[in-house]
Structures are given as C-alpha cells and as structure tokens.
C-alpha cells in the first residue's frame, strides 16, 4: 500500500457544521485526489492536488474546499455540511500517471 | 448512457469455477483501462492495469478490445477469497483526473 491514512474513519455530523476530513501519505507522491462514493454512482473526484499549494476542482466539487500546505496532507472541508454529503469519503495517491492507491476511506452521516 | 457500464451481478460461481466479467465504454479516444477490486466497506485496490496486447497475472487475464470498446476480465480456479466487487476504469487522456469508474460487478465465490 501507498500508506495513505484517513481520518477520522467514522464521522457523524448535523447539517450547517463544518467538517474536516484529512488525508497523510508517507509515499511522497504528487498528485492526492478525494474522491466520494454513493450507491448507483460510480467513484466521484471531488477534488485534487498536483503539488503543494496547487490544487484543482474535479466533477462535483460544489460545497467542498480543500487544501494541501504539505506533500503528505490533504485536507477536505465541508464548509456546511447538508445531508446530500452523507457519504463514504475516499483519498488516493499517484505519482505522474500510475494508477491510484487508496486510503481506507472516511464514512461520513449528517444528519 | 453511462460512460464506463459493467453488469452488476451478483455473479455466483462455485470454488473452482472459471467466470468472465466484461466493461464497455463510449469514449473511443479512452487511453488506459484498469480493474480494481473493493471488498466490502473497504478501500478500492488496484487488481491490474489492461494493455492493448492482453495481460496476465496468476489466475487473472485482462483484454481490451479497442474496435468494440469493451475491456474484460476472467478469473480462473476461482477462490473464496476473490468474493468482491471488480470496478472497472477508464482514463479518458492519461491524466488521472480523467478517470471514470464503472459501478462494479459483485463476484460471490461458494464453497
């Protein structure tokens, strides 16, 4: 494994706080990417990084910031969580382009 | 139509069996193709990347056929261990950000 840790595993928040999910990777890898997963969906990209600092929106980024201060943190916030974001959160690292490896993802319920 | 469709099972094979799942995208211009598989509750992992020539590994053989935009996967002797769902993905132009992730197709191995 890439040695990709999220926290936390489990979450549960209500509707209007804000939430924040972390991503660290001991790999040194360039490119991190939060992606989501819902029954019916296949992996969605919600955001991504390329480098310290430099980061991108990806398909249903609405209602999600992010931030990479650091090669081996990702952070994504939900700045107001509603319950359209329950869901099971997950980040992935690559180097270039080699595929994606995993971290262990976050479950996370508003209620 | 979805870009990247799989059947989603469930497929339920006997130990020792020999099963097939195949992927079908819309995207002609589609550059890399892998297989991932994702045990329940669990974190995506890289089964094995497609090449144009066919690839094997162990009891696993992926093709791709680029002419009907189909990639598939057989499993042969299967094991009770390859219970899982296989996610199939599609990058669209090599960047990483261009992936599309299939549903899956759910694979139950019975003793």
């Known amino acids: 494994d890439a040695g990709i840790t999220q926290s936390p595993r489990h979450k549960v928040t209500e509707t209007g706080t804000p939430v924040t999910l972390r991503c660290h990777q001991t790999?040194?890898?360039?490119?991190m990417y939060w992606y989501r997963q819902d029954p019916g969906h296949g992996l969605r990209l919600i955001h991504y990084?390329?480098?310290?600092?430099?980061?991108d929106k990806g398909e249903v980024s609405d209602g999600y910031s992010v931030s990479r201060s650091k090669t081996e943190d990702f952070l994504l916030t939900l700045e107001s969580a509603t319950s359209s974001q329950t869901s099971v959160y997950f980040c992935?690292?690559?180097?270039?382009?080699?595929?994606?490896?995993f971290g262990n993802g976050t479950r996370l319920t508003v209620t | 139509r979805k870009e990247v469709e799989q059947d989603p099972g469930p497929f339920n094979v006997p130990e020792g069996a020999t099963v097939a799942f195949n992927c079908t995208y819309s995207n002609s211009a589609s550059q890399s193709f892998f297989w991932y598989r994702q045990d329940c509750r669990k974190e995506p992992k890289l089964l094995m990347s497609v090449y144009s020539s066919g690839n094997e590994d162990g009891r696993f053989t992926a093709q791709l056929n680029r002419a009907s935009q189909y990639i598939s996967l057989l499993i042969r002797d299967s094991k009770l261990s390859d219970s899982a769902t296989y996610l199939c993905?599609?990058?669209?132009?090599?960047?990483?950000?261009?992936?599309?992730w299939g549903l899956g197709t759910s694979l139950a191995v019975n003793p």
């Open positions: 790999e040194n890898h360039r490119y």
């Open positions: 990084s390329y480098g310290v600092k430099d980061t």
């Open positions: 993905v599609v990058n669209r132009d090599g960047n990483n950000r261009k992936l599309i």
């Open positions: 992935a690292t690559a180097s270039q382009n080699s595929p994606l490896h």
